[in-house]
């Protein structure tokens, strides 16, 4: 009987055992109701909560933030506005004085105005089909007349001297400016001045009849004036291609070119500049910065 009595109970025991084992949550001790839960405990818990929303969702003060950071590094890296008429005149006599070693008087100082720059600023891009708008109104009403024309009038009009004179740095540069000018050259057909693939006496050919625009390097230009293919006696205007290379060169600054430049406008425009007879047409964007600020340079008001 004790033996059967004891298996029993040791079978009692074995029993609960498993049953604990399969019901953990018997184990557990309870935690009473919910309102025997710490307030800074729920709080914590509501918090976390919060938070986890708050990555998923986006939060509207930050993004203002994040947008004044972005605007602000915009406006640091805006381009600069457009060079003034006054600017463009005061950079470009700076360079040639620097470039040539001279001081301007005051008296030649006084006689160049404002007026002489064509501004085409707004243009400083690459769009060279926007030029025409700027040239046409350079004429005003005798454009059609002076940049059309294909004829040659006795004494009016000169052959080989043309109205309007591209000097650009190299040949390649001479034609796509001359791309600008498409509807001017129809029935007068532009003159390339360049070196690569055109022999002078070429182009002296084609300078023996009416030329209304012109496109060239300097160096070729200058040797066509030198020989007198190349008449001046129409000139109204000179567009310099200011634009800079993928090496961060251009017209006033490549070495070699910028040297023939000089000497190309030193003895044949600058004095015609000086008198009001000659504009001139900066096609590209100013540097900003210390060029305005050139010491004994003081520029009459156009």
């Given at each position: 009987m ?8 040791g ?7 498993q ?20 307030k ?9 909560k ?14 203002k933030?994040?947008?004044t950071?972005?605007t602000?590094?915009?406006?640091n ?11 463009q005149?005061?950079y ?7 470039a040539?070693g ?11 105005k ?7 600023s ?26 059309c024309?294909?004829?040659l ?5 000169e ?10 740095t190299?040949?390649?540069?001479s ?19 360049f070196?690569?693939?055109m ?5 002296v ?9 012109a496109s060239g ?17 129409r ?14 060169y ?26 009001g ?7 590209g964007?100013?540097?900003?910065g ?11 008001d156009?």
């Open positions: 004790k033996s059967r009595t004891a298996a029993a109970m079978s009692g025991k074995v029993e609960k055992k049953n604990a084992r399969q019901n953990p949550r018997n184990n557990r001790k309870p935690l009473g109701p919910k309102s025997d839960i710490p800074s405990k729920s709080k914590k818990k509501k918090k976390t919060n938070n986890n929303n708050h990555q998923n969702d986006t939060d509207p003060i930050e993004t933030n994040k947008t950071v972005v602000g590094n915009n406006s890296n805006a381009r600069p506005p457009p060079a003034t008429p006054r600017q005149l005061s470009f006599l700076s360079q040639f004085q620097s040539n001279v001081q301007l008087s005051s008296l030649e100082l006084e006689s160049i404002d007026s002489c720059i064509l501004d085409v707004q243009e400083s891009g690459q769009d060279v089909m926007r030029l025409e708008k700027y040239i046409k109104e350079a004429f005003g009403a005798k454009w059609k007349e002076e940049l024309e294909g004829k009038i006795g004494g009016k009009t052959a080989g001297s043309p109205a309007v004179l591209v000097v650009a190299s040949a390649l540069r034609i796509e400016l001359l791309r600008g000018m498409r509807s001017f050259t129809k029935e007068c057909c532009a003159v390339k001045l070196s690569k693939h022999k002078i006496d070429e182009q050919s084609l300078l023996k009849n009416r030329v209304n625009i390097t300097p160096s070729r230009i200058k040797k066509l004036i030198d020989i007198e293919a190349l008449g001046l006696s000139l109204s205007l000179i567009l310099l291609d200011i634009h800079t290379d993928v090496k961060g251009s017209l006033l600054t490549l070495p070699q070119v910028r040297d023939e430049f000089w000497d190309l406008y030193k003895n044949y425009f600058h004095q015609q500049v000086v008198q007879d000659l504009r001139i047409c900066l096609y964007p100013i540097p900003n210390n060029e305005f600020k050139v010491k004994s340079l003081e520029l009459a156009g």
